[in-house]
């Protein structure tokens, strides 16, 4: 297990973007974005393994670039032409322990809240 502590949520309008980062106080293989809505489930918005493979889900394909810098142990979840319906609670983790999108890992950072105005 590592720890993981996320940064750079906030308020943007519409069309806007953000940048998320997640930093790990170890090396982590694979490293995934998931977000949780009020009252909905957790959900998986992107992943990046060690080797560079790299997964979005559909709803964030073409806008959202999942990136990582092993030499700090960080990973990115670069955010464009947000929409409203992208606001949520967005969580880093590490170490899947079964595929990738289901959010069952080994750690969790504790959140950065993206509020979408429009």
């Keep these: ?3 993981l502590v996320e940064s750079g949520g906030g308020l943007v309008q ?3 973007s953000l940048r998320l980062s ?3 106080s170890g090396r ?4 995934g974005w998931f977000r949780q809505a009020p009252g909905k489930e957790r959900v998986f918005v992107a992943a990046i393994r060690w080797s560079g493979d790299i997964y979005y889900a559909d709803s ?3 806008r959202f670039t ?3 810098d092993n030499a700090r142990n960080t990973v990115y979840l670069q955010m464009n032409t ?6 949520a609670l967005y969580y880093c983790a590490a170490g899947p322990k079964g595929q990738y999108y289901n959010p069952n890992y ?3 950072g504790q959140g950065t809240q993206v509020t979408v105005s429009s």
Excluded: N, Y
């Excluded at 982590?28 to 490293?31: N, R, S, V």
């Design 1 to 3: 297990q590592v720890t």
């Design 106 to 108: 080994s750690s969790w």
């Design 66 to 68: 999942i990136s990582r």
């Design 82 to 87: 947000l929409k409203p319906e992208d606001t």
């Design 22 to 24: 997640c930093a790990a």
């Design 28 to 31: 982590a293989f694979t490293m």
């Design 60 to 62: 964030v394909k073409g």
């Design 14 to 16: 519409a069309g806007g």
